[in-house]
């Protein structure tokens, strides 16, 4: 599967933003999705996942109640909506795709990327 992020800019702290990661090719209901971000001069960090079903979702402690994965497998998109932002959540974000039943939060189970988007969140 192929997929192409997008969404990422510049806002204040306190302001929303809504990711979009939309996948190309076959059965992507059958794919668990997740999105990373990375910092300059930090490690790929887990942010969210969500089950292929789109019936179960984790997420890092640090965006917990702030940020919401979902899915619309009919639109073969995934979504990452991002509020009450905080400078600490400026990165790039990557959307991932793995052919699993379970959402893993380790990079290296993930078997499809999508390109960056920019996230830049101002003081």
């Known amino acids: 599967v192929q997929l192409q992020a997008s969404g990422g800019g510049l806002v204040q702290a306190g302001g929303s933003l809504r990711l979009s990661c939309a996948a190309s090719g076959r059965a992507f209901n059958t794919y668990a999705m997740a999105w990373f971000r990375q910092a300059p001069g930090k490690q790929r960090e887990f942010v969210a996942g969500i089950s292929w079903s789109g019936d179960s979702t984790v997420y890092a402690d640090s965006v917990k109640g702030r940020f919401t994965i979902s899915r619309d497998n009919a639109k073969m998109t995934v979504y990452l909506q991002m509020n009450s932002l905080k400078p600490e959540d400026t990165a790039d974000y990557y959307c991932?795709?793995?052919?699993?039943?379970?959402?893993?939060?380790?990079?290296?189970?993930?078997?499809?990327w999508g390109q960056g988007t920019e996230v830049t969140v101002s003081s």
């Open positions: 991932a795709a793995d052919l699993s039943v379970d959402v893993y939060l380790e990079w290296w189970e993930y078997d499809s």
